[in-house]
């Protein structure tokens, strides 16, 4: 969910420098994935990007893990935080970036090929989850050497992956920093629903059985925006557009061309959210949208009624919890009784809060700000 | 948007006593209606519904407003605020409630045809504004020999009529409460541009010349659910239905019939939230809901940098403004500035603020708490 349009002068300038990964390639896993949904993802590859050099002693790894349409290339999406003095170094870290299983950006998801079958998975994707991630995530470590991991770190979805690393796999993590999440409430679980519905409601969806040039998009472009209201802030909004008739000279009291009334001239936030909506669909998949909507939703460590000193009480890493003030998806409130959840396990867990009229997207929008609160 | 299912225990008991109109009918206006927008509206019809009687003084009139999807029937989806002691009485008031235009529940909409062509209008219904809409109420008023009102209410869409009446009708109006209302913000106006998009997006869209027994009736379940979204709060939602999954036993995690991974069991949330959008298609009409979406859109009494003390000055009626706490739609925020605004001119307006988790919905879901305000 990057979005150069939000972004601070100095996110701006950071952008300038947009780091190239040291590498970038796929591990295969070996064998194949057996999913906490009770199905299998045969022989899934997972694509990586890395930055910076392993050390000798091999003790000096960060795990990145990315948000719902982010990518393995985290120089490019959060550059601020490999910034001089910032959160992550080049000369001293080597910090790996896993594209999440279900996305279209190079690891297997509904877009691959299944093996088993040779036919696309297209909608017969299963369902993955945060720890199916996980698990295939250390696995890769694994091959690269690497047995622990001095931090990870993650906002939204990728922050999910961050806390189920700590889990999971409590030996091998020194310390987290999970940015603007928890669990979905019902709200979130409520944006997700319509979303999919958006995408499921186009003329070309087809049951998800598309070609990949024939993809639904309008549904798509609008499960974008209604998302993009769910990033940002009603603040922002009315800051920057307002009742604003559209910048390119729409009038809200025209009626349209064929003479109609019903549908007129838009307002300036109309014609925002079109524009990121049709930005979104020349560079990501409906499918993969949907896998990852239900890998989010379906993230709940404490399902089933777990107890939480079961689940959190493994947790050895030293949490830094962030949230935002503004941001409606994954309240603040949310963030931070969540952290006293986990700290009440005995974890060693602090809160931060960012004080942002970005809304969710503040932790991409805001990164000098964000990197701030993690030093 | 009148919502039984958020009706608390003192509304629900209230629903039993609904009411009957004195008289249900319709008026023709005599001549075209210039319309703000440029267009005429040949010869529209105005559905209402009167309760009580007129004195022979004809100074008890009281004129309610509907909200987005209401219709002149007040008596059933506001019967509180006729409870005995509440702010109407059936004794003394004759209350009057007019299905607003481009509406389909009785009043000329995108349903009717124009006398003109001998056609439906369909989606070349013309934008009909609150204005516009004042000026034809303010006709029928006239038609039943009243002149002044002492009392104009409506809350949302309906507050948008009630203060217009002040302001193009100021010496026939005494008092005006406007509930949780303000022109829309720029989030107000995402909101009505992604429902707008939901319904054309719809395979049976058709450009908006569909047939009735062919409406776009996904695309107009899901704005209802977007709508819901906005007209509900986090909090009552999280309350409501939380992580829970559907109560009639689905299972998030389950794969679905087909065997597909990317649409799962539903969690409560989305349960409730189909429903409400199948409720609702089969209630109302997808170009009505385009029009008042529009009508709702375009209404700021300083559009176009008028002078607050120019257009409100004029107002002569006390004003109460009630604004909602958890209100996200119109931010209780909003509704206060409004009032502060147009008190700033001179006018007579306080305000006041309704505690609630109901959200925008609470001025039809906490009746008793509204009448308690507004006493």
């Not at 999919?196 to 409601?201: T, V, W």
């Not at 949230?323 to 931060?352: E, K």
Request: glycine share 10%; hydrophobic share 40%.
């Amino acid at each position: 969910m990057t979005d150069a349009e939000t972004a601070t002068p100095a996110a701006l300038a950071a952008k300038t420098r947009v780091l190239e990964p040291t590498y970038e390639g796929d591990f295969v896993l070996p064998q194949h994935l057996d999913l906490e949904s009770g199905r299998i993802l045969a022989k899934p590859t997972l694509h990586y990007a890395v930055y910076g050099r392993l050390n000798a002693a091999r003790d000096n790894a960060v795990l990145v893990c990315h948000a719902l349409s982010g990518s393995a290339l985290v120089g490019s999406w959060w550059p601020e935080i490999f910034a001089p003095g910032a959160v992550l170094s080049l000369e001293h870290d080597f910090v790996i970036c896993i594209n999440m299983l279900g996305s279209c950006y190079g690891s297997t998801g509904p877009g691959s090929v299944d093996p088993e079958t040779g036919l696309v998975y297209g909608p017969d994707f299963p369902l993955v989850s945060i720890r199916d991630n996980v698990r295939a995530q250390a696995q890769l470590l694994d091959s690269l050497g690497i047995r622990r991991l001095r931090l990870v770190l993650g906002g939204s979805i990728g922050g999910m992956q961050a806390l189920e690393w700590t889990i999971h796999e409590p030996e091998r993590i020194e310390r987290a920093a999970i940015i603007a999440v928890a669990p979905l409430c019902a709200m979130g679980l409520a944006l997700n629903h319509l979303q999919r519905q958006a995408i499921q409601n186009d003329p070309d969806w087809d049951g998800g059985y598309y070609l990949p040039q024939r993809q639904p998009k309008q549904g798509l472009g609008l499960a974008r925006q209604i998302g993009m209201l769910s990033y940002k802030s009603a603040e922002l909004f009315e800051e920057r557009f307002g009742r604003n008739p559209n910048r390119n000279g729409e009038d809200p009291w025209a009626q349209d061309n064929q003479g109609g009334g019903l549908v007129g001239g838009r307002f300036d936030i109309g014609g925002y959210l079109d524009h990121q909506g049709q930005r979104f669909i020349d560079r990501f998949d409906a499918n993969a949208y949907l896998a990852i909507l239900r890998t989010m939703d379906n993230w709940d460590p404490l399902r089933g009624g777990r107890a939480s000193e079961e689940v959190f009480g493994r947790i050895r890493a030293k949490l830094n919890f962030v949230g935002i003030s503004s941001d409606w998806l994954f309240p603040a409130q949310s963030v931070r009784q969540f952290a006293q959840t986990i700290r009440s396990a005995g974890v060693n867990a602090d809160y931060r809060e960012m004080i942002s009229a970005h809304g969710h997207d503040a932790f991409l929008a805001e990164q000098v700000e964000l990197v701030r609160l993690l030093q």
